[in-house]
């Protein structure tokens, strides 16, 4: 089995049609191209989905991502303010000294 090799969506698309459309077992698609069931079972679930579908999940993908950043972003910035203001009520509960 190969190790490390990157295969174009084509070839991964090829594969799943070789067993979806053309009827091969999973096993025998995967012995000809020198690869594992679970990759050919992983690219079925992948490649199966319409084109249109697929570009939605990437795009939900991406959505998640970037608020998950900002999210992030939004959590340090309130972390500031929290010690902003811890360090501002300190300062003003401090009692003056008159003498």
């Known amino acids: 089995m190969s190790k490390g090799i990157r295969y174009s969506d084509e070839f991964k698309q090829e594969a799943v049609n070789q067993v979806v459309v053309h009827g091969y077992s999973v096993a ?11 990759s050919i079972y992983g690219w079925m679930k992948t490649f199966s989905k319409s084109t249109m579908q697929r ?3 990437e795009d939900l993908r991406a959505e998640v991502a970037r608020l998950k950043r900002e999210l992030k972003r939004t ?14 009520s300190e300062h003003r509960n401090t009692p003056f000294n008159h003498v």
Do not use: F, G, P
């Open 55 to 57: 570009k939605d999940d």
């Open 28 to 38: 025998d698609v995967a012995e000809r191209l020198d690869n594992s069931t679970k």
């Open 75 to 88: 959590q340090q910035e309130r972390d500031i303010l929290k010690e902003a203001a811890v360090s501002s």
